[in-house]
Nanobody
Framework: QVQLVESGGGLVQTGDSLMLSCAAS??????MGWFRQAPGQDRELVAV????????GYGDSVKGRFSISRDDAKNMLYLQMNNLKPEDTAVYYC???????????????WGRGTQVTVSS
């Protein structure tokens, strides 16, 4: 059973930075990444990284502010979030899949999520 465990969430102020981490119990996957979900909203893609070639992709609302990376030796995935805004407030989920797509319906494994709250 694959396990993904997020850490690093918390309460910060507008303009602050925060780094989320995700520990994976095994690998490899085709892709790993982060989604977020705010109350009353659909789960949206934040960032994704492919295991081969390390290609990255970002949601439009976080481009230029967030950066995804991984440490293969430690089976870790990271999300560096800079210049945080109140609209970034959400539960952030680590996700992984061995399928070729990265939409929510194509994700095989989810973490339990970590809350990020950005105060104005």
């Amino acid at each position: 059973q694959v396990q993904l465990v997020e850490s690093g969430g918390g309460l910060v102020q507008t303009g602050d930075s925060l780094m989320l981490s995700c520990a994976a119990s095994e690998r490899p996957f085709i892709s790993m990444g982060w989604f977020r979900q705010a109350p009353g909203q659909d789960r949206e893609l934040v960032a994704v990284i492919s295991w081969i070639g390390s290609r990255t992709g970002y949601g439009d609302s976080v481009k230029g502010r967030f950066s995804i990376s991984r440490d293969d030796a430690k089976n870790m995935l990271y999300l560096q979030m800079n210049n945080l805004k109140p609209e970034d407030t959400a539960v952030y989920y680590c996700a992984a899949t061995r399928r070729t797509g990265f939409k929510p319906a194509e994700i095989e494994y989810w973490g339990r999520g970590t809350q990020v709250t950005v105060s104005s």
